[in-house]
C-alpha cells in the first residue's frame, strides 16, 4: 500500500514536467556568489527561470503552511530541510514558472537531495556550475551584505560553512567525477566572474 502510494507520488511530480527541460545546479558555499550571477545569467537570457532554493525556503516558512516552522527551525539551526520537502518546492515552482530552462540555485545540497530529485522527475543537469570560494572571502561577504537575515550571524555562518564542508562538497566532487562539473573562481570581482560563466554557457 505505502509502496503504491509512494509511486504514484512520483508519477504525478514526474507528469507535470518533460524531457525538454534545460536544468542547470549552480553550487557554491554560503557567499560564493551564487544568487547574483544567477540574476546576471537571466537577465541575459530571459528563457532561464531563475530558482533559489533558499528563497523557496524563505517564503514557504512565511506562508504559514504546516512546513513553515519546521522549514524555520532548520533554518535557524543551519540544518538541511529534508529532501522530499526541498524536491516538492522546487518541481512546483519549475511547473510555475512555464519555462523549460531552469539555473537551480543551492541544489542540491547533498547525496540524499541529488538522489530524491533524479526519483522524482528524472530529469539530469545538463550541467553543474560550481562558484568556488574560500571560506575567508565567503565569511567577509556573509557579515558584510546586511541584509537582516537571521542567518547572516557569525555562528550561524560557521555553521552553514561546516554543512556546506560535510554535505555539499562530496556532491560537487561527485559531479566532477561524471565529468559534468564546471568550476568557476568566484574570488574575483562580479564582472569578471560572469565573463568567464558567459564562456561555459
Do not use: W
Not at 539530469?124 to 562558484?131: E, G, N
Not at 572571502?137 to 557579515?143: D, E, G, I, S, T
Not at 561527485?174 to 562580479?190: A, D, F, K, T, W
Amino acid at each position: 500500500m505505502a509502496t503504491g502510494s509512494m509511486k504514484s507520488k512520483q508519477e504525478k511530480r514526474r507528469s507535470s514536467l518533460s524531457d525538454d527541460e534545460l536544468i542547470i545546479f549552480v553550487l557554491g558555499g554560503p557567499g560564493s556568489g551564487k544568487g547574483t550571477q544567477c540574476k546576471m545569467i537571466a537577465q541575459r537570457d530571459d528563457q532561464f527561470c531563475h530558482l533559489s532554493v533558499g528563497d523557496l525556503l524563505r517564503l514557504e516558512q512565511e506562508s504559514g503552511s504546516k512546513h513553515g516552522t519546521m522549514i524555520k527551525n532548520y533554518i535557524k539551526e543551519a540544518k538541511l530541510v529534508p529532501s522530499e520537502i526541498v524536491v516538492d518546492l522546487i518541481l512546483q515552482a519549475m511547473k510555475r514558472s512555464g519555462k523549460k530552462k531552469f539555473l537551480i540555485d543551492g541544489f542540491p545540497r547533498n547525496e540524499e537531495n541529488r538522489v530524491e530529485f533524479y526519483s522524482a522527475c528524472q530529469l539530469k543537469p545538463k550541467f553543474v556550475l560550481y562558484l568556488s570560494c574560500s571560506k575567508e572571502v565567503m565569511v567577509q561577504r556573509l557579515l558584510c551584505r546586511q541584509q537582516g537575515r537571521e542567518d547572516d550571524n557569525i555562528e550561524t555562518i560557521r555553521k552553514r560553512l561546516k554543512v556546506f564542508e560535510n554535505s555539499s562538497l562530496p556532491v560537487i566532487e561527485y559531479y566532477r567525477s561524471v565529468g559534468i562539473l564546471q568550476e568557476i573562481n568566484s574570488e574575483m570581482p562580479v564582472e569578471e566572474v560572469f565573463k568567464e560563466i558567459a564562456q561555459v554557457f
